[in-house]
């Protein structure tokens, strides 16, 4: 199913989409629940893992253009993974307790000793992250092998929601201009907005229940 969104948005040229990029995200949801090998393979961790393992390595995948089940008898276009570039993106809450553990905890011959961690930047905790970290979170060594890029993405801050405000705002004007409806807000607004927004409230789409409520 990844790949014939891929090919849909090529207009179903094959040589484009075998130079595409693939954004998946949520990729922590498929971690599975203990850091230990299963024999017996989770759907909803390793085993869909597993499956986009194939892709990532790079295969030779079959894709019915118009959808496996209404048209079985159509012929399957080929599509090569082996240049496509994929992106996996994750919020991977609860990461930052295995980081901070393992900067606390030096294990040695039977005891457990502390390290000296007053150079680790507390506030930014995420951007010492490892691949054994994200081992440990449950994803598999051969999928993370594949992911030979970590990027860590700091928090939004009060002039990046403000920003978003904006761009918000003026959605929703576009849309109530189009109803008849006239809106008008001065450059005070995206603070106020901002500004009611407690600690419960992360990321854009928070944001723009925020703007609803109040607006």
């Known amino acids: 199913s990844i790949i014939t969104r891929l090919l849909q948005a090529a207009d179903y040229d094959v040589e484009k989409a075998e130079r595409g990029i693939v954004f998946i995200d949520e990729i922590d949801k498929i971690a599975r629940k ?5 024999i017996t393979r989770d759907v909803s961790g390793e085993g869909v893992q597993q499956g986009l393992l194939k892709l990532l390595e790079g295969s030779l995948v079959g894709v019915p253009p118009k959808g496996g089940r209404k048209h079985p008898e159509q012929p399957l ?4 993974t082996k240049n496509i570039l994929f992106i996996c993106a994750g919020a991977f809450s609860g990461i930052e307790d295995i980081i901070d553990k393992r900067f606390h905890v030096k294990k040695s011959i ?4 502390p390290t000296d961690d007053k150079n680790i930047d507390k506030t930014q905790i995420m951007k010492y992250v490892t691949p054994n970290d994200i081992k440990s979170y449950g994803l598999i060594p051969e999928f993370i092998g594949r992911v030979d890029e970590i990027v860590v993405f700091n928090p939004l801050g009060e002039e990046d929601y403000k920003k978003i405000a904006v761009l918000m705002i003026n959605e929703m004007k576009t849309v109530l201009k189009d109803k008849g409806i006239e809106f008008v807000y001065d450059e005070n607004t995206p603070s106020a907005i901002v500004s009611k927004m407690d600690g419960n409230v992360r990321g854009a789409r928070d944001l723009r229940n925020v703007i609803r409520r109040n607006i």
């Open 34 to 38: 203990s850091d230990n090998p299963s």
């Open 77 to 80: 276009l080929y599509v090569n």
């Open 110 to 113: 039977g005891f457990s000793q």
